[in-house]
């Protein structure tokens, strides 16, 4: 338990070692403590995740924790980039924000990220309180209370995400400058955001994608004749 170390952008670790479904309760219940006491807990936690192993079981773990405490819940029904979580955060005026993910880190690894009532990242002095609720939780543990069900309903995150980008760029202006993108979000929560907004662009994205793949195949079995020719040849 002392590898929790919750910081100023949450809690990160390597899956199945200091990444558990129980360490991840234990961060959940602390966060809990730190909204009741000094948040408007009536407005609720909205919970987001991405798209490494196993976010989404993790994030539901986390909605019962809040939810046990008498906490409204609002849990992503797909993955969404953290940004979004963000945004809705100060949109519909949330106590606060968590989103099961670790960031740039390798996939070895996923996290926790609370995001204030203000939508972004907690000052130190909010961290400084989650820290002394997460010591509090280490000692006393999670304590076995049922999670509210009642208290925990699904959120959309990505159409208003997209409805409040489409405000601040200027699509008609790219669409019509015949621009062609390349998009390659990879294993991103990303993954399909960019086509919606430019609909015009999808077969251009598809093209791409496909010329990418098959790039990457002709590049691959061509190392692949290289290893077969150095191996007859008696090479290394």
């Known amino acids: 338990m002392s590898s929790i170390k919750f910081g100023t952008d949450g809690w990160r670790g390597v899956i199945a070692e200091d990444f558990t479904f129980a360490n991840a309760r234990i961060v959940a219940h602390a966060v809990a403590r730190y909204v009741v006491r000094n948040e408007d807990a009536r407005k609720g936690v909205l919970i987001g995740y991405d798209h490494r192993y196993a976010a989404d079981r993790v994030a539901a773990a986390v909605a019962e924790v809040i939810s046990a405490g008498g906490t409204p819940v609002w849990l992503a029904d797909k993955p969404c980039p953290t940004p979004a979580i963000s945004y809705l955060v100060r949109h519909r005026g949330a106590a606060g924000g968590i989103v099961i993910t670790a960031s740039h880190n390798p996939y070895r690894w996923n996290g926790i990220k609370y995001k204030a009532s203000y939508g972004s990242s907690a ?10 609720e997460l010591d509090a939780v280490l000692q006393k543990g999670v304590p076995p209370l049922p999670p509210r069900q009642d208290l925990i309903q699904p959120l959309e995150p990505r159409a208003p995400y997209l409805d409040a ?10 669409r019509d400058a015949k621009f062609r993108f390349v998009s390659d ?15 015009a662009q999808r077969n251009i994205l598809r093209r791409n994608s496909r010329y990418a793949r098959s790039a990457f195949r002709r590049r691959a079995s061509g190392a692949d004749r290289a290893a077969h020719r150095s191996a007859a040849s008696g090479g290394a």
Do not use: C, N, T, Y
């Not at 000052?123 to 002394?132: C, D, G, N, R």
């Not at 991103?188 to 919606?196: H, I, Q, R, T």
């Open 123 to 132: 000052l130190p002095s909010i961290v400084a309180q989650i820290e002394q």
């Open 165 to 174: 980008l489409e405000k601040l760029v200027d699509w008609k202006r790219l």
């Open 185 to 199: 979000p990879m294993h991103g929560s990303a993954a399909g955001l960019l086509p919606e907004p430019l609909p």
